[in-house]
């Protein structure tokens, strides 16, 4: 198998394929104007949304639109639990000349679908757009037999507004760039639009339109985009491999608006890689610093590449911690995943890193190929680094990246065979689906039984060694009684949670604690 992965050739992020053709789409709806727009974000099917954060696009978007005289209103059906009939009722009362639903998850793709069609039969003829990562990545597959009639390719902020002037004036549709469009059952592209070219331009993401007590921490985008090429994240599938910062200034006047009108929480940099800029953690970080901000945030970045002094600065201004992806312990899976690192540079890195601050490190099982020795090096090397949190997942194909692309070229998955629902490695309660394992199990050397104790022993493995007495020691001297009291009180929870939910994994465990 991993020959045969060697002769696919890499996936061109760049590339886009507009529909030939010259004639023009007009597509003609039951409005007079385009004045009011509603955004949905829908929940899943088995209502198990987990929210985290609050959701800084669509907010982001939504200030855009109204300062071009749009008016907004937003359900978020994920994080208030709303079913079908209540958007559609709420629809019918707020009288949208234009609906749009966000889709960036796999998981919401049959939602997504439902909501459009019991809009188009219960409301009236709306125009019904869909953005998102997972929709900018399969547009055809959203629009195909659907009521939807746009996916938004790209940046709404540069897609929509005119896409919405051409569908208030009953104009081409074909030369709005960043389109695909349902012209009568047939799925037609147009040309790629432009990026944002400067995020500072952008307003204030509006944040009036939620209810912010549901959100527990606070979503700052401090960029878009990301220079690395790893094969399962999806960052590319909108942004491609562009990477573009906002300046600190605005980051700060961001900061200050939520805790001036909604309180002060913690707030989450949710950019695909936070510190590609080091002048602007420098500066971002020194300013916390100076005017005593007093905050706590956290960030996603890497471990091999992440200055330490930076790294110092950082936790200095109130970081509380980092996650960093090392997904294996194994050269030739970091190979396949096109990580552009090696085992080594995390037996280096992660030490040194969690030495300044708090280290969760996520590793992936059931990469093309992997077997059961290439999981054992990914024990191993969790012995050896020991971060402070460690979590597993299954591998699992997001629509748009790379191994997405490989499997479908290897003929082991076929997208028009897969099931949405299921495309998550792990729910919100630490459960992995039978369904999506089995997919994991299609394309890797392990059966799903072997993948998800290996997941199980993961995050065991991971507690046990954060456990000992000399890591316990260390984490006092960096952190502190009282934060390391609360952390280590958690950790024997989740492992007490563990050890009582399967005992016979938990066992299994101490072994490979011992042995790996």
């Known amino acids: 198998m991993l020959q045969i ?26 409005i007079s104007s385009v004045k009011k727009i509603m955004f949905i974000i829908p929940p899943t099917l088995d209502f198990g949304d987990f929210v985290a954060s609050s959701p800084t696009n669509i907010a982001t978007i939504s200030a855009f639109l109204k300062e071009k005289g749009y008016e907004i209103r937003v359900i978020d059906a994920g994080v208030h639990k709303t079913k079908f009939e209540e958007i559609i009722n709420m ?8 609906v749009a639903i966000g889709c960036n998850f796999s998981t919401l793709h049959n939602p997504t679908r439902i909501i459009a069609s019991m809009i188009k039969k219960s409301y009236k003829n709306v125009p019904i757009l869909v953005g998102g990562n997972h929709a900018t990545a399969v547009p055809e597959m959203i629009l195909k037999d659907s009521a939807i009639d746009f996916v938004v390719i790209g940046e709404a902020e540069v897609v929509m507004p005119d896409m919405l002037k051409a ?97 002060k929480k ?9 510190g590609q800029d080091h002048k602007f953690v420098e500066e971002l970080c020194n300013t916390l610093i100076d ?5 706590q945030w956290s960030v996603v970045t890497r471990a091999t590449t992440v200055p330490l002094d930076q790294l110092k600065l950082m936790k200095k201004s109130g970081c509380t911690g980092i996650s960093v992806g090392v997904e294996s312990g194994d050269d030739q899976m970091l190979k396949v995943m096109k990580k552009d690192t090696t085992a080594d540079a995390y037996r280096t890195s992660v030490p040194k890193v969690k030495k300044i601050i708090r280290t ?25 680094i020991k971060p402070d949190y460690g979590t597993f997942c299954p591998v699992v194909p997001l629509p748009g ?20 629902d299921k495309f998550y490695g792990i729910d919100h309660d630490g459960n992995y689906d039978d369904e999506s394992l089995k997919m994991t199990a299609s394309w890797c ?72």
């Open 360 to 384: 969760r490190a996520f590793f992936l099982i059931g990469n093309i190929g992997e077997g059961k020795e290439n999981v054992w090096n990914t024990f191993k090397l969790i012995k050896e």
């Open 5 to 30: 992965l060697e002769t696919i050739p890499d996936l061109d992020v760049e590339s886009y394929v507009v529909t030939p053709g010259t004639k023009e789409i007009i597509k003609k709806f039951d």
């Open 266 to 274: 913690t707030f989450w940099f949710s950019d695909d890689l936070f």
């Open 167 to 263: 569908v208030e004036n009953k104009s081409d549709l074909r030369k709005v760039n960043g389109l695909c469009i349902n012209d009568n059952g047939r799925m037609v592209r147009t040309h790629p639009a432009e990026f944002f070219k400067n995020l500072d331009e952008l307003p204030m993401p509006d944040y009036s339109l939620f209810d912010m007590s549901k959100y527990p921490i606070y979503n700052i985008n401090s960029s878009r985009g990301c220079i690395f090429r790893c094969t399962y994240c999806a960052s590319g599938v909108i942004y491609k491999r562009k990477y573009r910062p906002r300046s600190a200034k605005s980051i700060l006047n961001e900061i200050d608006y939520l805790i001036k009108n909604f309180g």
């Open 445 to 516: 050397n392990l059966s799903v039984k072997q993948i998800r104790d290996y997941c199980n022993y993961g995050n065991m493995l991971s507690l046990l060694v954060a456990l000992t007495p000399i890591e316990i020691f260390r984490r006092l001297r960096r952190d502190g009684l009282r934060t390391q009291f609360r952390d280590d009180k958690d950790k024997t929870r989740r492992l007490f949670k563990y050890a009582i939910r399967n005992p016979g994994a938990f066992f299994k465990t101490l072994k490979i604690w011992f042995t790996a």
């Open 291 to 295: 005017k005593k901000y007093n905050v």
């Open 401 to 420: 990246t790379e191994i997405y692309s490989q499997l479908i070229n290897m003929g082991i998955i076929n997208p028009e065979n897969l099931n949405w």
């Open 91 to 98: 629809t019918k009362e707020y009288q949208p000349d234009v």
